[in-house]
């Protein structure tokens, strides 16, 4: 079974810059999540989607930051324009679905992003 | 707020020798509380994970401790080898609506085990 696909691995732009990050999670998982993971912390909840409805926004800053699971299957996250605190690595995971037998999140290696 | 904390930042253990990395909670609301591994580079992975009608759950060389009315647990490796080194993360979660769960994580523990 193939894991959580996140690309690109790595990425780099200047301050202002706008950029997106792709993630697609295992068939058949409905849930599928956005980490924010900032150096020598845990992962943070950006968004929570279930199928494509997001579910759990609360903690992603509307303001420079969108994302969208469209057919609910792949997401992407994107920063517009971003900024030099937006240096992080962002995890995207996903889980079966509902339920607590299904909790399980199986997390992709994440994108690094250094803004310069 | 944060909601799980977690000690210490690091541990040095020689190999062989048992770490210990301890969590504690405060929403009451949370049912389930898994522990994840990171090595450099990569995603957490799941490790062992535990619900509060159990004191204790063993997997091989791991065991997650629970203590409910402390509202602590904690993570025991046992016979710690230099592979084991990487960080770890305990996590909280609970039913956030609809059955659906989403994780609460603490800041991590690196682990190095030393030859």
């Known amino acids: 079974e193939a894991g959580v696909v996140q690309s690109p691995r790595y990425k780099i732009i200047e301050k202002k810059q706008p950029v997106a990050f792709w993630c697609n999670p295992i068939s058949g998982h409905n849930t599928l999540y956005w980490y924010r993971q900032n150096l020598g912390q845990g992962p943070e909840l950006l968004i929570r989607?279930?199928?494509?409805?997001?579910?759990?926004d609360s903690q992603l800053p509307k303001d420079r930051f969108s994302a969208e699971r469209l057919k609910g299957v792949d997401s992407t996250l994107k920063i517009q324009p971003a900024e030099l605190g937006d240096s992080a690595v962002y995890l995207c995971?996903?889980?079966?679905?509902?339920?607590?037998?299904?909790?399980?999140?199986?997390f992709g290696q994440g994108t690094r992003l250094t803004v310069v | 707020q944060q909601q799980v904390k977690q000690s210490p930042q690091s541990l040095i253990v020689q190999k062989g020798g048992i770490s210990i990395i301890n969590c504690a909670y405060e929403n009451t609301a949370f049912d389930y509380f898994p522990w994840y591994q990171q090595f450099p580079g990569k995603g957490p992975a799941l490790l062992i994970a535990i619900r509060p009608d159990v004191s204790e759950k063993k997997e091989g060389r791991f065991t997650i401790s629970f203590n409910k009315s402390a509202k602590q647990f904690s993570l025991h490796i046992m016979d710690s080898q230099p592979g084991d080194s990487a960080t770890y993360f305990c996590a909280a979660s609970m039913d956030s609506g609809a059955g659906s769960y989403q994780l609460t994580f603490g800041k991590g523990t690196k682990l190095s085990v030393i030859p």
């Open positions: 995971a996903s889980s079966r679905g509902a339920g607590i037998m299904n909790t399980e999140a199986f």
């Open positions: 989607y279930e199928n494509e409805e997001a579910v759990d």
